[in-house]
């Protein structure tokens, strides 16, 4: 379906009752905060944000699959396109948690190594405060339920030139990037885990 009629497909594929429209945005169904600012109640919205949180087969098996990693789940990622965004929760609010400078410290680091080889420049910060309100993400809901100390969602490369459609010559060099910036995310992460148990 998303290449033989929507190149741009975005919701999942349910029914959505009687409506012509179909798909429910995943990453408007989480259980944290959800039905909240930046979601819609109609099926017919890319922000639709589905009947009930977890409505949708794909947001509940992750969700479950997550909740079973704790206590060890420490750092959580959702890799999106595009605008070269490191962003932080809350996406439901302007505040930010109370351990905002540690997830921040980390993000500036990896975000910086992402763009030592090529000049990629990644902002950093709050999801809400750089791009709007989003409820019921999958970031918060790691931050928010699942107590992932380290929770974030990257929008990849470019800035809007190429936007959605990246061309393949572009692929392997934002992989390299990220998966530096992934690498030193986790070294980050583990400091800043090992300075808390110090002190």
């Known amino acids: ?3 033989a009629q929507d190149r741009m497909w975005r919701k999942t594929r349910s029914q959505n009752g009687r409506s012509r429209c179909q798909g429910t945005d ?12 930046g979601t819609s109640n109609d099926p017919c919205s890319e922000n639709y944000r589905g009947r009930h949180p977890f409505s949708e087969p794909e947001t509940l098996a992750m969700s479950n699959f997550l909740w079973r990693l704790r206590p060890r789940l420490d750092v959580y990622l959702s890799l999106h396109s595009y605008g070269q965004y490191w962003l932080t929760p809350w996406g439901f609010t302007y505040r930010v948690p109370s351990d905002y400078r540690h997830m921040l410290r980390a993000a500036q680091k990896a975000a910086a190594t992402a763009g030592r080889n090529n000049g990629t420049v990644y902002q950093v910060g709050s999801s809400a405060r750089l791009l709007y309100l989003a409820s019921g993400g999958s970031d918060d809901w790691a931050k928010g339920v699942a107590r992932a100390k380290f929770a974030y969602t990257v929008e990849l490369g470019d800035t809007g030139k190429f936007g959605f459609l990246l061309p393949p010559r572009y692929i392997n060099v934002t992989g390299n990037e990220m998966f530096g910036a992934i690498k030193t995310l986790l070294k980050e992460a583990r400091k800043i885990r090992l300075r808390q148990h110090v002190n």
């Open 1 to 3: 379906m998303v290449y």
């Open 26 to 37: 995943p990453n408007r169904n989480w259980n944290f905060h959800w039905a909240g600012p």
